[in-house]
């Protein structure tokens, strides 16, 4: 299937309908859709349990699926293993929740996270008795590292923030520093996997939550870690899928067995279209041209520079990224939002679920985010600037 253009992968685009709201669901182009009915109509079956024809078709490309995450984010099979969930704050709070208490002295976050981990670090506190820490971000997006000791410190930070995609510039050095000083990093990656990989790769942190849909791919959460996380948890969410005897009060866990390592995160049955879709969805991103890449650095920074040069336009970026987020002044973002879904333009409003660090460390009022992706064209950016002007 792969790359077939914009024009034709997103054909179901409305005339003149703008999205732009791919920060929080990526459109799914149409390789990826056909994937998904292909499951649905020519081999849908349970994966690893099936023993008919349609189920070996469903286990290869599962199988391949996870090879290919592997190699999209440049992660060896020897070190990592991925497994399937329902999406990043899911494989956040799972790892957290089952994370042994007398491993670790404390939890630390930053300042700039989705309530995804920041919550979670709260819950993990709770649960632990242990102390939480929120770490300031700056901005570029990088800690500084001399001024936290890291001691046996679980750390849960993302890579790429949600409003204004800056990245965790420093995220390998933290890992290392983290890592010496006896802790364990858990990356929040749901915003980097589209645009920003380039900031992961080569990285080894030991775990890599992510969520497929924000990744060209159908609805889905991945969990990549490295294998030694294992020894530092409990097993506390269990069912079918994930043994391979049980007796009246004991269990014998497939994860004990290296090559099925993965169900250690994967009780119960997986979406299994979902995963083939995903496995669609880098295939179709490996194929995208330079050309199209280069287009949507392009569309972010012509639409940046637009808001920039608007006196009465606020924007919380520093410099472009594909997600921006800002106000305008003596303007209701909400309002704003409304009138530009009047004219087919779908951008989001509010605190996008970073309430903690845009409300009450920024002091900001409501936002929008424009979250472009590579559905997007130059008469998407004519169109904005159009609309944006006669509003303004
Ligand atoms: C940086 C970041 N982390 C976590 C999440 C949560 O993702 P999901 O709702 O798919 O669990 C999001 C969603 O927008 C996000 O942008």
């Known amino acids: 299937m792969g790359y077939n253009g914009y024009m034709k992968d997103f054909d179901y685009l409305g005339e003149g309908e703008v999205y732009l709201d791919g920060a929080c669901q990526s459109l799914r182009p149409r390789p990826v859709i056909d994937v998904v009915n292909q499951y649905y109509t020519e081999h849908n079956s349970c994966g690893e349990r099936v023993k008919y024809k349609w189920g070996k078709i469903t286990d290869e490309k599962v199988d391949a699926t996870r090879e290919k995450v592997l190699k999209f984010l440049g992660l060896k099979a020897r070190k990592y293993t991925v497994s ?9 709070n799972l790892i957290l929740s089952q994370l042994k208490a007398d491993e670790f002295s404390k939890i630390m976050t930053s300042e700039i996270e989705h309530n995804s981990p920041f919550l979670a670090s ?23 590292l001399n001024d936290y000791d890291f001691t046996k410190a679980v750390v849960v930070v993302n890579c790429a923030s949600n409003f204004d995609g800056r990245k965790l510039l420093n995220i390998g050095e933290l890992i290392k520093t983290v ?9 929040d990656a749901a915003q980097a ?8 790769r080569g ?35 269990v069912g079918g899928g994930m043994v391979d005897d049980v007796e009246l009060e004991s269990y014998l866990l497939s994860s004990e067995n290296k090559e099925h390592r ?30 199209d890449w280069n287009n949507l650095k392009q569309y972010s920074a012509e639409l940046y520079d637009f808001l920039d040069s608007s006196p009465k336009v606020h924007i ?7 997600t921006m987020s800002f106000y305008v ?10 009138a530009l879904s009047r004219e087919n333009i779908m951008a989001r409003t509010g605190y996008f679920c970073v309430h903690y660090y845009l409300d009450h460390v920024l002091g900001l009022p409501p936002l929008i985010r424009f979250s472009l992706g590579l559905h997007n064209r130059e008469s998407d950016i004519e169109k904005i600037k159009k609309v944006m002007r006669k509003i303004i």
């Open 84 to 92: 399937f969930t329902l999406n990043t704050t899911y494989g956040i």
């Open 122 to 144: 709260m819950t993990f506190a709770q649960r632990t008795g242990l102390p939480r820490e929120v770490m300031e971000r700056n901005d570029d997006g990088s800690i500084n």
């Open 179 to 187: 890592h010496k000083a006896g802790g364990i990093v858990i990356i």
């Open 193 to 200: 996997m589209a645009h920003s990989a380039d900031v992961l």
């Open 203 to 237: 990285v080894e942190p030991d775990a890599i939550c992510f969520s497929a849909h924000k990744l060209y791919a159908p609805s889905l959460g991945v969990i990549v870690w490295r294998d030694e996380l294992a020894e530092k948890m409990d097993v506390g969410f």
């Open 262 to 291: 993965y169900t250690r995160f994967e009780s119960g049955l997986q979406a299994w279209g979902e995963i083939i879709g995903l496995g669609e969805a880098l295939d179709w991103l490996d194929d995208v041209p330079k050309k």
């Open 316 to 322: 919380v970026n520093l410099e472009p990224n594909p």
């Open 329 to 338: 002044e003596g303007l209701d973002s909400h309002l704003l939002g409304g």
